[in-house]
């Protein structure tokens, strides 16, 4: 699956939006029809209990969407809890339009957001970040495995000609499985966290704890090149850096590293899963709670890596077949 086109305005993005949104509105109409399609997302095997299990409940209808109550416990949960939708006053049927927005390519800015579903900017931005934290949750759960290649990337333009990093410059780790042909079948892009970094060059424990994290190791042979210039660099995953960069700055205008990892999350997840909108809805109601307070206590730095400590007598064990430029 591939990204594209990447549009000259947000005016051109939203309009390509028009047709397809309508008809997405008109099926999605009402509250009612967005909480049956959540309860199958929620419950797919029908209703379970939270707390023990039993597959009977009573409906409680009298709040804004229901509450079912166990028919063996006594508990009380809602299709929300324990969702990115938990404590919303957003209606259902806007939250509904913004998940479809975001898993069309090449997805949708905030103010776009906002002019679209009629919400303010905050609530737009807010919704925007939980539908990433659902993607990026369930991307996380995929590995790399059989062939995979490693190659270092950078987001943002090189500033200085030199060794030393600019400010705006975002060293990244871009892996990828591939095909027998040659084709990338599943892409993660990363940001490096500065601990791993020597001024804009990965360091190899960088590297090796991206395989940790990123790769199965008992499923794959990985060829990393973590050299800035080397002449043995992969071009198609440098392209795909590229692409992303450029899908970044084109649809949200640059991002910092505050909240970067996300947007690179988005562009993985849709260059990996080209599924249907029940699918995605899906992933909405399985991910875990997302607030404002969590997003905005984010380090500025917008990653920290694990302690040396614990990821080095993994790696010893569990690093697989690796040949390094």
């Known amino acids: 699956m591939t990204i594209g086109p990447v549009f000259d305005s947000q005016e051109e993005l939203a309009d390509s939006f028009h047709t397809s949104l309508e ?3 008109r099926h999605f109409n009402k509250e009612e029809s967005c909480v049956e399609a959540l309860y199958t997302a929620k419950w797919p095997n029908g209703y379970r209990c939270p707390r023990c299990s ?5 409906t409680i209808r009298r709040r804004r969407l229901p509450i079912y109550e166990c028919g063996s416990c006594g508990h009380q949960t809602s299709l929300t809890v324990n969702t990115i939708f938990e404590k919303s006053r957003t209606p259902l049927t806007l939250w ?7 898993t069309q390519i090449p997805a949708i800015s905030a103010i776009n957001l906002m002019h679209l579903i009629g919400t303010t900017y905050k609530t ?12 990026t949750q369930s991307d996380s759960g995929k590995r790399l495995s059989g062939l995979v290649k490693i190659n270092c990337a950078q987001y943002g333009r090189p500033y200085n000609p030199t060794i ?17 042909e040659g084709s990338l079948t599943h892409l993660k892009i990363k940001q490096v966290p500065n601990e791993h970094l020597v001024e804009d060059r990965v360091t190899p424990l ?8 990123h790769v199965d190791s008992r499923k794959s042979m990985v060829t990393s090149n973590i050299l800035k210039f080397s002449p043995m660099r992969d071009r198609q995953l440098l ?19 505050k909240h970067l990892q996300a947007y690179l999350d988005h562009y993985c997840y849709l260059r990996n ?33 694990r302690p040396i400590t614990l990821i080095y007598p993994q790696l010893l064990n569990k690093t697989p077949y690796l040949v390094s430029c």
């Not at 990093?165 to 027998?180: F, K, T, W």
Request: aromatic residues 12%; proline residues 5%.
């Open 273 to 305: 899963h080209n599924s249907p909108f029940s699918v995605h809805l899906s992933r909405c109601a399985s991910a875990s709670v997302c607030t404002y307070k969590m997003l905005i206590g984010k380090p500025d730095t917008g990653v920290v890596p």
């Open 164 to 180: 030393y990093r600019h400010p705006q410059e975002h060293p990244l780790l871009v892996g990828a499985s591939l095909s027998l």
């Open 54 to 58: 039993f597959s009977q409940c009573y």
């Open 23 to 25: 008809q997405f509105k």
């Open 206 to 213: 960088g590297r090796d704890a991206f395989i940790y994290d």
């Open 239 to 257: 392209s795909v850096a590229k692409h992303a960069s450029l899908w970044i700055n084109s649809t949200y205008c640059g991002i910092g590293a």
């Open 124 to 135: 737009a931005w807010l919704i925007s970040h939980k539908i990433r934290h659902a993607m």
């Open 96 to 102: 509904f339009q913004a998940v479809y927005l975001h």
